[in-house]
């Protein structure tokens, strides 16, 4: 009965997945579309830069004209990076990481915590720059996250101040909410730019697209390094 | 300026060709690892060093990355080699054997 079942259920969705990618009747043809109609090409539009201020035309893109978009995406990391701590966080003050398999030296653990330093430096460094070259938040705060993930392996002894991370992690999440707020006030809708966007490829320019960025970049930081301290010190806890 | 470039990059993509070629030639894995690592290590020098003749405005960030692929390559050899050398894949014909000479247990290691 349960494989008939199975086999039903499976049928049902290869129909379903079938006429899903038979797209031909609702998308037009490759080369139809009139592509000064749709909203991207208001987007890409070169004369628009200096509205925004941000060079990186992906990063006026995702924090700009989607800023409420990318506050559903780190909303997702943080439920995905709450799952784990669900399942695999316990008692804090009882835990202890797991044990490496080997013994680190001395070579190791110094060579790994100078390289640290130039991990965090870079990462801060596409962070800050997110508006001018590619890179920013996202891939910043995973650098972050790969940062502390190389102490981790390279040091039995180290362990994270996993309070710390939960801290930073809510007061940019809340930054973040609050700046949405502050466009609304000083401006007419949620996370609207209420900043001078400034020159274009100036540090200091396109508003809060940088403030916003850097937010994120130590917001994703935090909760990936979260899900890195979840992860090692899982099944001591209890 | 370009012409200095040029030779340096030249001579990095000769230390990477040798580095490939001692990977695929050298007898035994401790040799395979120090040809992978060694050469290419002198290879990223050299290569950003013809970077930075080509194009003085990085010189900054080419001396970061020499400095952390100086400090980040060995290390990771190191550990590589020591990781073989647990795993007690070593080669039969290793002259000398400093580790089991001063008696180290194999996960009690100080050095």
Redesign the interface.
């Given at each position: 009965m349960k494989n008939i079942l199975g086999l039903f259920v499976a049928l049902l969705l290869g129909v379903f997945i079938i006429l899903a990618l038979d797209t031909s009747a609702s998308f037009p043809e490759f080369g139809d579309i009139d592509l000064t109609e749709r909203v991207s090409d208001e987007y890409l539009d070169g004369n628009n830069i200096d509205d925004v201020g941000s060079a990186n035309i992906v990063t006026a893109i995702v924090v700009g004209y989607r800023g409420f978009d990318t506050l559903g995406e780190v909303t997702v990391l943080f439920i995905s990076a709450l799952g784990v701590a669900l399942v695999f966080g316990g008692v804090p003050n009882k835990q202890n990481r797991l044990d490496l398999k080997?013994?680190p030296?001395?070579?190791?653990k110094t060579?790994?915590k100078?390289?640290f330093g130039?991990i965090l430096?870079?990462s801060l460094y596409i962070i800050f720059h997110g508006h001018l070259s590619p890179g920013g938040g996202f891939p910043g705060g995973a650098m972050i996250a790969s940062a502390i993930l190389l102490l981790y392996l390279s040091d039995d002894k180290f362990r994270s101040n996993v309070k710390g991370f939960k801290l930073l992690e809510g007061i940019a999440g809340s930054l973040f909410v609050i700046i949405g707020l502050l466009g609304l006030v000083f401006a007419t809708y949620f996370l609207q730019n209420f900043l001078p966007a400034g020159t274009v490829g100036e540090i200091l320019s396109a508003g809060i697209i940088p403030i916003i960025y850097v937010l994120i970049g130590l917001k994703v930081g935090s909760e990936i390094s979260g899900i890195v301290d979840n992860f090692l010190t899982e099944g001591e806890s209890v | 300026m370009e012409i200095v470039s040029y030779i340096f990059l030249i001579i990095g993509g000769l230390f990477f060709l040798l580095g490939g070629l001692g990977v695929l030639r050298m007898p035994d894995t401790f040799n395979r690892i120090q040809a992978g690592t060694k050469a290419t290590t002198l290879g990223v020098f050299s290569t950003l060093i013809g970077v930075a003749f080509a194009n003085p405005d990085w010189i900054a960030k080419v001396i970061v990355i020499i400095v952390f692929v100086a400090i980040s390559n060995p290390i990771g050899s190191s550990a590589i080699a020591k990781a073989i050398y647990n795993s007690k894949n070593v080669p039969g014909n290793l002259v000398i054997d400093e580790l089991k000479e001063r008696g180290e247990d194999n996960d009690n290691d100080v050095v």
């Open positions: 080997f013994k030296n001395f070579m190791l060579g790994s100078i390289i130039f430096v870079t | -």
